[in-house]
């Protein structure tokens, strides 16, 4: 878990775990349109809190097809990024990720973990929100 800049990013090996820090954010005010969600778990996704109506409607949740990934489920900003960029590592370096670890997160998704990303407002955020996601 890191925060880059003001961006947190959080992977999980558990579909789960990545559910309840989703919940967490969004209990400790963090808009739901910062907050995305990247797996490759895609029915989990849609069965998930994060993947019904009001939170996926709320925050575009898109279905996008990512090089070497089948599919990648995504939102807020990382949809935007992924649009632009074709890639999981190409987002999160968009997002201020250095690009060695961007590589490694991809990696971690596409054997099966699920990241987690929030755009903050400052780098106290992320480090408040870092320490409540660890436990």
Do not use: C, W
Not at 35 to 45: F, G, I, K, Y
Not at 49 to 54: I, M
Not at 83 to 88: K, L, R
Request: glycine share 14%; proline share 4%; hydrophobic share 45%.
């Amino acid at each position: 878990m890191i925060g880059s800049g003001h961006t947190l990013v959080a992977l999980y090996d558990a579909f789960e775990d990545a559910e309840r820090a989703v919940m967490a954010l969004d209990a400790a005010g963090i808009p739901r349109d910062d907050v995305s969600v990247v797996t490759n778990q895609e029915e989990q996704l849609r069965q998930s809190a994060l993947g019904t109506v009001p939170y996926a409607s709320s925050v575009g949740r898109t279905v996008q097809p990512v090089v070497g990934v089948n599919p990648v489920v995504s939102g807020g900003p990382m949809a935007s990024a992924l649009g632009g960029t074709g890639s999981v590592a190409g987002a999160l370096s968009f997002l201020g990720v250095p690009t060695g670890e961007a590589k490694e997160y991809e990696d971690m998704v596409l054997e099966g973990g699920t990241l987690i990303t929030a755009r903050l407002g400052d780098a106290g955020d992320a480090e408040r929100l870092a320490a409540m996601l660890r436990g």
